[in-house]
């Protein structure tokens, strides 16, 4: 906030408004732009990659994937049509990041 971002307001529409994340936003030049890159983060959990929710109870974990067979090794229920989810405890994986860069000319 001290550097000139203004914090996202989502309109009164949108499901679950509280549970959605705080999002920070500033509009700059384009010459400003140094690097342009997307951060995720990723569950390892019994030698696989998940999807990693950004609602932790606890120290419980939300994780997903659309991958039905691995779901199904590893204990995952069904949550959507194409989406498998489990509960996990915060000690049971290891949170990795991942970094997109994308070039700036893209853009």
């Known amino acids: 906030m001290n550097n000139g971002f203004e914090e996202k307001i989502y309109p009164s529409n949108y499901k679950d408004r509280s549970n959605l994340p705080r999002l920070y936003i500033k509009e700059i030049k384009r010459e400003e732009i140094d690097e342009i890159f997307e951060v995720d983060y990723k569950a390892k ?5 998940f999807n990693l929710s950004t609602n932790k ?12 067979e691995l779901a199904k090794q590893n204990g995952f229920e069904r949550t959507d049509k194409y989406y498998y989810e489990k509960i996990v405890e915060e000690d049971e994986i290891e949170v990795k990041q991942i970094k997109k860069i994308y070039r700036i000319d893209k853009f």
């Open 45 to 49: 959990y019994i030698k696989n990659l």
């Open 57 to 68: 109870t606890g120290s419980q974990f939300r994780i997903g994937t659309i991958d039905a």
